[in-house]
């Protein structure tokens, strides 16, 4: 059975990286599904309530670290809901290049994965 995923990101510098791991998950070997929860409104009235909705559907949340996910303020408010809602969860990064930034409000001991097949597997299938 696919667990079902939400992905958190920075829509304003990562929007490529959410797609290619959108892809990624129509494998047919994926053990994971996402459905489009990302809200395309600006971030206003009760925006925070519905992306808690989004998560608390979901079975696990995967954070894509790109390089100024530490000024991604959707970031800090969607991992501040994962946490409160107990939602497992882990951080990968984006890009290449190996430079990225942590969300602020990460745990100290948070670590950061390098993004392949492999490890996103092993990550959502160890998730509980």
């Known amino acids: 059975m696919k667990k079902r ?3 958190s990101f920075d829509f304003d510098h990562d929007e490529d990286l959410r797609n290619l791991l959108v ?3 129509k ?14 409104e600006p971030l ?5 309530d519905k992306v808690r909705e989004r ?14 996910t530490n000024s991604a303020s959707g970031v800090e408010v ?17 890009r290449s290049d190996d430079k990225f930034t942590k969300p602020k409000s990460v745990d100290l001991n948070d670590k950061v994965y ?3 097949w492999e490890n996103l597997k092993n990550l959502i299938n160890g998730a509980r």
Do not use: M
């Open 5 to 7: 995923a939400f992905i």
């Open 44 to 48: 206003s009235g009760g925006w925070k």
């Open 114 to 116: 390098r993004w392949t």
């Open 78 to 94: 969607e991992l501040a809901i994962t946490k409160e809602e107990k939602i497992p969860y882990f951080l990968i990064c984006g």
């Open 23 to 25: 892809g990624q998950a």
């Open 27 to 40: 494998n047919p070997d994926s053990p994971f599904e996402i459905s489009d929860w990302s809200l395309k």
């Open 55 to 68: 998560i608390k559907k979901t079975e696990i949340v995967i954070i894509i670290c790109g390089h100024s």
